[in-house]
């Protein structure tokens, strides 16, 4: 997801990993979130157990986190960024991913993986779909 005229400089972008052995699938593995200078990387790694690791600007830190600009929690499943300054918030909970934004803020200026959002639904390819 990205902004089509870049006003707030904020993107997110989805790493998917081959999760089918057949080749027909895929799953997040991490989202990126770019935001004024930051790379923010989340990512659940699973193994025996889930573990939240978060990066940013390639620096890992602990998966709770705050400044004046971001706030990153973590419930031990799910990962949670705020950007209070937009009033954007990111989850990653697993296989499950979620972008929010206000529509003050954001619409008719998004498009990604869904289409153009215009405040209640994508338009992928002209058609609406309600959200």
Do not use: W
């Amino acid at each position: 997801m990205k902004e089509i005229v870049p006003r707030q400089n904020f993107s997110v972008i989805i790493d998917n990993y081959n999760c089918d052995p057949s080749g027909h699938a895929t799953c997040p593995q991490s989202l990126i979130v770019y935001y004024k200078s930051y790379k923010i990387v989340l990512t659940p790694r699973r193994l025996n157990v889930t573990t939240n690791m978060v990066y940013i600007n390639g620096n890992q830190i602990f998966p709770t986190f705050s400044n004046e600009d971001l706030m990153i929690t973590s419930t031990g499943v799910e990962l949670l960024l705020k950007i209070p300054a937009i009033k954007a918030t990111v989850m990653f909970k697993s296989l499950m991913f979620s972008v929010t934004l206000p529509n003050s803020l954001f619409y008719n200026n998004t498009e990604g993986q869904c289409g153009k959002y215009v405040g209640f639904a994508c338009i992928p390819n002209g058609t609406l779909f309600p959200m």
